[in-house]
C-alpha cells in the first residue's frame, strides 16, 4: 500500500541503506500473512476434520506469532541493527515455509488454506527479498 | 484489501452475523494502524525532541499492543463471543485515540506523526463500526 | 516473584500513586495465564476430542493475546495514562473468565485445563484488584 | 516456577524428547525478559538523556517482540518443528545479547537497566540450553 511506503521513508533517520519499497512490501505481506494464517487456523479448528489438520493448525499460530514479531523488527531497523533483523527473517521464512507446506495440501479442499498458503508464499518471498538487500 | 474479504468469507463457519465487509474494513485498519504507531515511535524516539515527545511515544507503543490483541480476536470471531470482542473494541478505540491526540499536534513537525495520525484515526472508525454492527 | 515487584520500584517515574506489589502481581499473574493457555490450546487439539473442545481453544487463543497486550499496557503504566489501563483490564478480566469457564469443566479430564483454569482465575483476580486500585 | 513445569508435564502428546524442566526453565526466563525490557524501555524513555539512551530503547523493545514470539514457539513445541523453534531460538539469543550489551552500560546509573541487563543475560542463557538440548 501507498502509505506504508511513505511511511518508510517518513522515517529520515534511519541509519541503513535498505530500499524501502523493499521494506514497505514485506512489512505489508507480513501483515496479511499475520492475518491469513490467525484467520486458517481458527478456520481449520471449525472443519469437521480438525484432528488431521492439528499440525497445521500449530503451524499456522507459530506463524502468526513470528510474522508479528518480525515485521515489529523491520519496522523498527534504525539501530542499523542489521543482523538480528537476518536472524529473525530467517525464522520467519522458515515459519512461512512450513504453513505453507501444509496448508497448500489443504487448499483444494478448503478456501481459507488456498488464501493462507498464497499469503505465507508471498510473505516468504518478501522476507528473502529483505534478507538479499541486507547481503 | 480484497483479499481480506475473502478471507473472512472463507470463514463459513462464523456463527454470528456480523458483515464481513465491516470485519475486513476493521482488521486492515488495525493491521495498517500497528504498523504507523511502530513507524512513528521509532520516528520520534529519533527526533531531537525526544523527551518532550515521550507521552507519544508511550501511547503508540501500547496503541500497537492493543491494536494486535484486537485484530487477532476480531479475526477470531467464530466463537460468537461478542462480549469479548465489544470490551477489547472499546479499549481499541481508546488506544487510537490516546495516540491520534497527540500525535495530531505533532503532524505539522512530522510526516511520521502525520501518517500515524490518519491510521489512528481511520481504526478508530472502523472498530466503533463493528462495535455499532455488534449493536 | 521479587524481580518483578523490584522493576515497578525501579521505574522511580511513574507519576501515578498505584500500589507496586498490586502491579506486579498482575504482571506475573498476566504472564503465566499467556503461558498456561497458550499451552493448554495446544494440549486440547492434540486430544481426541479437539471438535468438541473447539470454543476452549478459541477462548484460550483470545486471552493469550489480550493478557500479553494487558501486560504490556500495565507495565508501561508511566502515563498516568488509567482510562487505557482499565479499559483493557475490563478486556482481560473478560478473557480470562471465557477461557476459565469452558476448561474448568474439563479440569477433570485434562490436566492441562485444570493448570490452566487455575492461572485464568488467579490473572482474573489480580487484574480485578488492580482495577479496584485504579479507583 | 513450578507451574510452568508442570504445565509441559500435562502436555504428554509432546511428540519431542526435550526435556521439560529445560523448556519449562526458558519459558519463565523468558517471560521475566519480556516484562523487563518492556519496563527497562518505558524507564530509560523517562530518564533526562533519553537521546542517549535511543539506541538501548529500540533494542529493548526489539527484545521484547522476539522473547515474546520464542515464548510461545517454544511452547507450542508438539509439532517436533524443531528446525522452527532453533531458528526462533537463535534470533532470540541474539535479541537478548543486543539487549544485555547496551543495558549493562547503564547498569550502574539506572536500576530498571541492572535488572534488565539480568533478565536478558538469564533469558539468552536458558535459550542456549534449549539450542543444545535439541542437538
Redesign the interface.
Known amino acids: ?1 501507498l ?2 511506503r ?6 529520515a ?1 534511519r541509519a541503513d541503506h535498505l530500499d524501502n519499497q523493499t521494506l514497505a512490501t514485506a ?1 505489508d505481506a507480513l ?2 500473512c ?3 494464517v ?2 486458517c ?3 481449520m ?2 472443519e ?1 476434520e ?2 488431521e489438520l ?2 497445521a ?3 499456522d ?2 506463524c ?3 510474522a ?2 518480525t ?3 523491520l ?2 531497523g ?2 542499523a ?1 542489521h ?2 533483523l537476518a ?2 527473517l ?2 520467519c521464512v ?2 512461512c515455509e ?1 504453513s505453507h507446506e501444509l496448508c497448500a495440501q489443504h487448499a483444494p479442499q ?3 488454506c488456498r ?1 493462507c498458503s ?2 505465507t508464499d508471498r510473505a516468504a518471498t518478501a522476507c528473502r527479498e529483505v534478507l538479499r538487500s541486507l547481503g
Open positions: 500500500m502509505q506504508t511513505e511511511l518508510f521513508d517518513s522515517l533517520s512489512a501483515s496479511a499475520e492475518l491469513a490467525t484467520a487456523a481458527v478456520g479448528l471449525a469437521k480438525a484432528d492439528r499440525a493448525i500449530n503451524r499460530l507459530n502468526a506469532d513470528v508479528c514479531a515485521r515489529r523488527v519496522t523498527r534504525t539501530d541493527d543482523a538480528l536472524a529473525q530467517e525464522a522458515m515459519a512450513h478448503h478456501e481459507h488464501l498464497e499469503a
